[in-house]
C-alpha cells in the first residue's frame, strides 16, 4: 500500500506522455526545449518546496500511501513525480491550448476590432 501514490503519479506522467506523443505536444515538438523547460519548473517548484520547508510553512503528511523515502527532511520521493506532472501538464495544456487558438477564426479570438 507504501507505493500507492507514486503509482499513481507514474500512471498520470505515463498518460501526459501518450497525449504528447498522440498530439506531438510537447517533447515531440521539441525535445531538446521541452526537457529544458520541464528540468526549469521542476527545480523552480522543488527551491519553492525547500523554501516553504525552511520557513516552517510546508510539512511532509504521514499517509499510509505514500513510500515514506524523503530526499530532504520534509521532502518525499513523491513530490519530484508530482512537480514533474504539474509542469508536463501544464505544457501540454499551453501546447494544445495555443492550438486551438491558432485554428480558431480571427473574429472569435476576443482581439478586438
Known amino acids: 500500500m507504501g507505493i500507492l501514490y507514486l503509482t499513481a ?3 498520470a506522467l505515463t498518460g501526459m506522455v501518450v497525449l ?5 505536444l ?11 523547460v520541464l528540468v526549469a519548473g521542476v527545480a523552480f517548484f522543488l527551491v519553492w518546496d525547500l523554501l516553504g ?4 510553512i510546508f510539512f511532509r503528511g504521514e499517509t499510509s500511501i505514500m513510500t515514506g523515502l ?3 527532511p520534509e521532502l518525499p520521493i513523491e ?4 512537480l514533474a506532472l504539474l509542469c508536463y501538464l ?8 495555443g492550438r486551438m487558438l491558432a485554428r480558431m477564426p480571427a473574429g472569435r479570438r476576443g482581439t478586438g476590432s
Open 20 to 24: 504528447d506523443r498522440r498530439f506531438g
Open 90 to 97: 501544464t505544457m501540454n495544456a499551453y501546447a494544445a491550448a
Open 53 to 56: 520547508i525552511g520557513l516552517g
Open 79 to 82: 513530490e519530484v513525480f508530482f
Open 70 to 72: 524523503v530526499i530532504a
Open 26 to 36: 510537447f517533447f515531440w515538438a521539441d525535445a531538446r526545449r521541452a526537457a529544458v
Open 9 to 11: 503519479l507514474t500512471i
